[in-house]
């Protein structure tokens, strides 16, 4: 305690006492003359002897409770416990208070006075609450306080000239983010043992005491940043902080220049003047921020900070070229120059630093080469250099470390071929080359790397040539290579694209007719190009602001379809050979630029477009008319034309009539003809259309799309038809339509089961099976109306690239995705849904993929519905497809959802390995060579599919791989045909290979049941019974156990490592398993053989029997119809070929 402050005695009333020296002004700290001692302190409490030392600090600390109510921390005290101690935000040494910590408490009253007769009190913070009052002077009676924050309050007035009445003792002072406003008072300066002091993000629009801070010998953070201060030169009386690690003054109206310090940031101000030399010399100096300044100059020559990482002087005016001495920097990752008016060349040892990852030198005046092995020795991640005079080309190791994810070097003089190793460069994200001289063919592999994150690519105004793939990949959302040489068909665009460019090339070919998947494309340019054909009506479907087909060859009609285009502002199809009438749909678009002039457009111009704002929209159309002279000039009037052709109208009927009196008779004759065939062009009311979804069309819409351009496909059960339909307020959408194989007409009976099945299809609502929206019948035909999935099937993204061009390859997460949807929707339809529904056609062309490549279940059902219209034809092609058919299909008349189970782990095997389900060589299928692949190789990394080896996703692939095989199960379980050695879609099967499960899963297993796993991860048993399919979604997550499992092998780092853990004795368990599937497929090899002969000689006998004893006959083919039972499908087949020519040979039937 210092001397110079007096020590009265008190009377025993020291809470009154307190109290009302807390209200006197705080003009009773008096200032002792004597220069150098701090001014004297009355109210402080350090100077008052209290009779009374050992007050209730329990009591206190309820008072404080019920003055400022309740709140988180203090509404639980006295409910906690009686020992105070352990009370939240308390803290005590030898039962003693000690810091109080209530921070986000809400507290709007001042601070007691109370609070400090807790007198070991050494640690307050109160920060984050609602205080509003000025600085809380009271505090000055907490003699022993070394810690005070009051941060993020409402604090207001000025900060108390005698702020040095706080406790001598004070280390850290947090006083930011408060409204505190005038001046900081010289008095701070008088905590000879202050650490910290937080003043930043307040009012203080005053001088700040330099000198008197520069007193405080032991501070290491000092923050003053944000203030508005009164512009001051930089304070070099910091110099004297020699332990200052943290210095903030962002934001405080410096001016002037700026001295030498060890640490600094001093980015956001207005300092002037060249950067000291001192910088680029100190050796300590790691990371110096002095962006966005006005500093001028060079850059020292002469660079030895050798320690610096992050170098940012952006932003400036500062001048010359770059130091040759920055090649020293070899801790440098982050350089950041631009804005800056450098010129000169970049020197060459900056392409050699080791740890560069980010440079920036955009927006000066730089010319010659990139440095020739930038990229090669550094993790290079972003490179922008745009807005430059650099020349030659790309540095040829530009991306050799694969780390490469933007490439901005737009408005330079850029010239030759992009490097080769751009063509690994599976990172890349943004690649902006524009106004350049780049030639030769773009990079192929740019367009289809495997794992490809490209999302932005601008190469417009450049030289490049070459092709496209017939589409691009998925995740593009700009694309823009106008003004350079690609030719060859336009690309079906990527999902989310958002802006395609590519006026001025030569592109050929017609628009796409598909266009459903870029649905979200913003802008389309393809003006200037060689394209030929119609536009497809199935335009309507994009959400375009501007459109510009100008320049091309396009023909046909304008489709009323651009009606729907309700965001389209720009639209230009000037010089093509555009013919027919203005839809007046275009009346609808709020238009701001149109443009079909030289076209060959006739009939009346739209009325709301006949106005001056549209005088130059219609030139060169030489058929167009307008309803009046006030409208558009140089048009004529559509009823003055009309009259000039009167006479030449009249010739035109006379023509007509005479021929119509010639085809009478054949009109006669004709309708004959058309009563016979009334059944194929019946009346439309006797369509009958029944809806599950709320719908914005009728049955009349779906049946004038019914045309042959429409269809889109086949299969067992139907023809599939694309339509686009009307979609509230104005919008459109497609759906698919789907017409059952020779539906024919049906009795009264029939007809309700019909629709009975239809309607209990219709009322499935789950995100992982297609919508059936509508059922449109009648008395000849049905129609099922699904929604329609943009990216297609599964068997289209997996199997059938080199047909439909060069489709982006999913990557395993995309796949495991795909998995895990699926089965969630068939699990739904086995166990949730009301009846059960069993699939029977699983494959991946049944599984439909969305915009977001989530996957969905189609054609559930139909094996249920075809056999109610009772069509043989249909139901002889519902038997599921060859490779993904189960065995017991040759042999059971009914079926059960483990067929399902079945071709569920054949599409597994397809996600895993990419092969199709009938490709397992000239002898197996793909799932009993996946068998033999696991039995006698395991795990090998050759099983799977060559875009999904990257090692992160070896070991979750692998686990798939596996539950594919335990679904379709094992060669021997094949050869018996036992579907119960397979799991159902709820059983939690593959668990065992999830360490969490393992135990509960191994006791389940014992007691038998179906299970279900809960929020928590627990196996349970779970009940069978009725469900409510509206609650589907809730229940997802706690009754299907096999996506659960899925979800398991998912890659997260937890899960990965307990596997590890387990790696070595889950392989010696498969490897004794597969030992023991060794000798059982070796014993069925043997039966097999057994059986052949067996079943061969019943039929000889069978076949000598024929003509003596029918009976014995009889007896033969039973026998042989038992050795056929224990056959493999294929065999079976085989042996019927084999029984067909014996019996041909002896003449029999």
Same mark, same amino acid.
């Given at each position: ?193 202050? *650490? ?199 540095? +040829? ?187 007046? +749909? ?67 009927? +006379? ?20 009563? *016979? ?104 035909? &049905? ?72 996957? *969905? ?144 899963? +191994? ?65 010696? &368990? ?22 052949? *002969? ?56």
């Amino acid at each position: 305690m210092d001397s110079s402050c007096f020590q009265p005695k008190c009377s025993s009333f020291f809470l009154l006492f307190t109290i009302l020296i807390s209200l006197l002004p705080r003009s009773s700290c008096l200032q002792l003359p004597k220069k150098g001692f701090p001014p004297l302190c009355i109210t402080k409490q350090s100077c008052l002897q209290f009779t009374n030392q050992s007050g209730d600090e329990h009591q206190i600390l309820l008072g404080l409770e019920r003055y400022w109510g309740s709140s988180p921390v203090l509404g639980r005290w006295s409910l906690t416990s009686s020992n105070h101690c352990k009370w939240g935000g308390i803290t005590c040494t030898d039962g003693l208070v000690t810091a109080i910590s209530l921070p986000q408490q809400t507290f709007r009253k001042p601070i007691p006075p109370s609070l400090c007769l807790l007198k070991n009190l050494t640690n307050l913070d109160l920060s984050y609450n609602n205080f509003s009052t000025s600085f809380p002077t009271i505090l000055y009676n907490c003699s022993n306080l070394k810690y005070l924050d009051l941060s993020n309050n409402v604090f207001g007035g000025k900060l108390a000239a005698d702020i040095n009445c706080l406790s001598a003792k004070l280390e850290h002072l947090n006083l930011s983010s408060n409204r505190i406003m005038g001046e900081i008072p010289p008095s701070i300066g008088w905590f000879p043992k202050l *650490k910290s002091l937080l003043l930043d993000t307040n009012q203080f629009d005053g001088s700040y005491p330099a000198k008197d801070i520069s007193n405080l010998a032991n501070l290491e953070v000092l923050t003053l940043a944000g203030n508005p201060f009164l512009p001051a030169p930089f304070p070099v009386e910091f110099g004297k902080l020699t332990r200052l690690t943290y210095l903030w003054l962002s934001g405080m109206n410096m001016t002037g220049e700026i001295p030498e310090l060890s640490l600094l940031s001093v980015s956001n101000n207005m300092l002037q003047g060249t950067i000291p030399t001192w910088v680029w010399q100190h050796k300590k100096l790691r990371r110096l921020y002095m962006y966005t300044n006005h500093f001028t100059g060079e850059i020292s020559s002469c660079v030895s900070a050798v320690n610096l990482v992050e170098l940012d002087v952006s932003s400036n005016n500062l001048t010359g070229t770059i130091p040759d001495d920055f090649g020293r920097l070899i801790n440098l990752t982050l350089l950041f120059l631009y804005t800056n008016q450098l010129h000169g060349s970049i020197s060459p040892s900056i392409g050699l630093l080791p740890n560069l990852r980010d440079i920036r030198l955009f927006e000066n005046m730089l010319s010659g080469s990139l440095p020739p092995e930038l990229g090669k020795h550094s993790p290079l991640g972003n490179l922008e250099v745009c807005n430059n005079n650099l020349s030659g080309e790309l540095p +040829a190791d530009l991306c050799s470390n694969r780390k490469l994810y933007d490439i901005v070097v737009f408005n330079n003089n850029f010239s030759g071929k992009l490097p080769q190793s751009l063509d690994d460069c599976y990172r890349l994200n943004n690649l902006m080359l524009y106004n350049n001289h780049f030639t030769g063919e773009f990079p192929k592999s740019l367009w289809s790397v495997v794992t490809n994150e490209l999302t932005v690519v601008m190469i417009q105004n450049n030289n490049f040539s070459g092709t496209f793939p017939t589409q691009l990949p998925w995740n593009f959302t700009r694309l823009d290579i106008s003004n350079n040489r690609f030719s060859g068909p336009i690309p079906t665009l990527a999902g989310k694209m958002k802006v395609f460019r590519a006026a001025n090339n030569s592109l050929c070919g017609e628009i796409p007719w598909d266009l459903m998947g870029i649905s979200q494309v913003g802008e389309l340019d393809l003006s200037g190009n060689q394209i030929n054909g119609s536009i497809p009506m199935t335009i309507g479907v994009l959400k375009l602001n501007a459109l510009n087909l100008s320049g091309n060859q396009i023909s046909g009609t304008i489709p009323a379809a651009f009606g729907f285009m309700s965001g389209l502002t720009i639209l230009d199809l000037s010089s093509n050979e555009l013919s027919g009438e203005i839809p007046r +749909a275009i009346n609808k678009l709020k238009l701001n630029f149109l443009n079909l002039s030289m076209n060959q457009l006739t009939g009346e111009i739209p009325t709301s477009l006949q106005n001056e704002a549209y005088e130059r929209s219609f030139l060169f159309n030489p058929g167009l008319c307008v309803s009046s002279n006030n409208s558009i000039p140089n048009f004529p009037i559509c009823s003055a034309r009309a009259n000039n052709n009167n006479d030449t109208s009249r010739r035109l009927i +006379a023509l007509f009539f005479v021929l119509a009196s010639i085809m009478l008779v054949g009109l006669i004759v004709g309708g004959f003809l058309l009563l *016979k065939r009334q059944k194929n062009t019946q009346d439309p009311l006797s369509w009958k259309l029944t809806q599950f979804h709320a719908l914005h069309f009728t049955e009349y819409d779906v049946l004038s799309g019914l045309c042959e351009q429409n269809w889109i496909g086949s299969g067992r059960s139907g023809k599939v038809c694309r339509i686009c339909v009307v979609d509230g307020e104005g919008g459109s959408r497609m759906v698919a339509v789907k017409k059952i194989w020779n539906a024919q007409n049906l009795g009264n009976k029939l007809e309700k089961d019909f629709l009975a099945e239809v309607q209990i299809l219709g009322e499935i609502w789950h995100t992982n099976i297609v919508k059936l929206l509508c059922c449109i019948s009648s008395s000849e035909a &049905k129609l099922l109306v699904y929604e329609y999935m943009e990216n297609g099937s599964l068997d289209r993204w997996l199997h059938q690239r080199d047909r439909v061009g060069s489709l982006a390859p999913l990557d395993w997460p995309t796949r495991l995705q795909i998995a895990i949807d699926s089965a969630r929707g068939l699990c739904y339809m086995h166990h949730d849904s009301s009846p059960a529904i069993v699939h029977c056609d699983v494959k991946s062309a049944n599984i439909l993929l969305d915009p977001e490549f989530r996957a *969905k279940i189609a054609d559930f059902g139909l094996p249920r519905i075809l056999l109610k219209t009772g069509d043989p034809e249909s139901i002889s092609g519902i038997g599921g497809t060859f490779g993904y058919m189960a065995p017991e299909y040759g042999y059971r008349l009914k079926v059960n959802g483990k067929v399902d189970v079945y071709s569920f782990g054949v599409v597994l095997l397809e996600l895993t390995t990419g092969r199709v389900a009938n490709d397992g060589g000239l002898e197996y299928c793909l799932a009993e060579w996946a068998w033999r692949q696991y039995q006698e190789y395991g795990l090998s990394i050759d099983l799977l599919d060559e875009d999904i080896r990257d090692p992160a996703n070896i070991e979750d692939a692998f686990a798939v791989f596996t539950l594919g095989v335990i679904c379709t199960g094992s060669v021997s379980d094949v050869v018996k045909a036992n579907s119960n050695a397979r799991p159902q879609m709820v059983q939690p099967h593959p668990f065992g290979d999830c360490p969490k499960f393992k135990d509960q899963y +191994a006791a389940l297993k014992k007691k038998g049941g179906t299970a279900a796993v809960a929020a928590n991860g627990d196996v349970l048993k779970r009940p069978r019974g009725k469900t409510n399919s509206k609650l589907d979604k809730k229940r997802d997550a706690a009754s299907i156990a096999l996506q659960e499992t899925l979800h398991c092998m998912m890659t997260q780092k937890e899960v990965r490592e307990e596997r590890k853990c387990q790696g070595k004795e889950l392989q010696t &368990k498969i490897y004794l398993e597969l030992q023991t599937k060794k000798l059982d497929m070796e014993e069925a090899a043997k039966r097999r053989k057994l059986d052949m *002969k067996e079943a061969i000689q019943s039929m000889k006998l069978a076949i000598e029997a024929t003509n003596a004893d029918t009976k014995a006959k009889e007896v033969a083919l039973a026998i042989m119809s038992v050795n056929l039972t224990n056959m493999s499908l294929k065999r079976r087949i085989w042996f019927a070929n084999q029984q067909k020519e014996m019996f041909d040979q002896e003449g029999l039937n």
